[in-house]
C-alpha cells in the first residue's frame, strides 16, 4: 500500500510562492513517475504537472507553465511543487498521486493510482 501526504499549502497574497512537498511511503518511491493536480470549487480536478521516476523530464498545464516547479528527492521520498507569480485563480486544493506507468503524456486522474489527501492553498488578491 502506498501512502501520499502533501503539506505546505496555505494562504498567500497574489504574487507570492508557496513550495508544497508530497511524502511517499510504503513502496519505492523511484518507481513511480508523480503528478500534481489542483481542484477549485465548483470545478473538476485538473492537471497541474508531471515528473518523471528519475526527475529528467517534466511538463505543465498551460496555466502553471513558466510559475510553476515540479521536482523530486528520491532519497527523501518526496516530490515537490513551487509554486510562484501565485495568482487568485490558482485557488484550490492541491493533490499529489502516483502513476506506476512511465507512458508520456498522462495527465488524466483516472490514470493515476495512489493519491494524497490534499492541501488548500488560497491566494488572495
Known amino acids: 500500500q502506498v501512502q501520499l501526504v502533501e503539506s505546505g499549502g496555505g494562504l498567500v497574497q497574489a504574487g507570492g510562492s508557496l513550495r508544497l512537498s508530497c511524502a511517499v511511503s510504503?513502496?519505492?518511491?523511484?518507481?513511480?513517475?508523480m503528478g500534481w493536480f489542483r481542484q477549485a470549487p465548483g470545478k473538476e480536478r485538473e492537471f497541474v504537472g508531471r515528473?518523471?521516476?528519475?526527475?529528467?523530464?517534466?511538463y505543465y498545464a498551460g496555466s502553471v507553465k513558466g510559475r510553476f516547479t515540479i521536482s523530486r528527492d528520491n532519497a527523501k521520498n518526496t516530490a515537490y511543487l513551487q509554486m510562484n507569480s501565485l495568482k487568485p485563480e490558482d485557488t484550490a486544493v492541491y493533490y499529489c498521486a502516483a502513476d506506476d506507468s512511465s507512458s508520456v503524456g498522462r495527465i488524466l486522474k483516472y490514470e493515476y493510482a495512489y493519491w494524497g489527501q490534499g492541501t488548500q492553498v488560497t491566494v488572495a488578491s
Open positions: 515528473i518523471s521516476r528519475s526527475g529528467g523530464v517534466t
Open positions: 510504503g513502496r519505492t518511491f523511484s518507481s513511480y513517475d
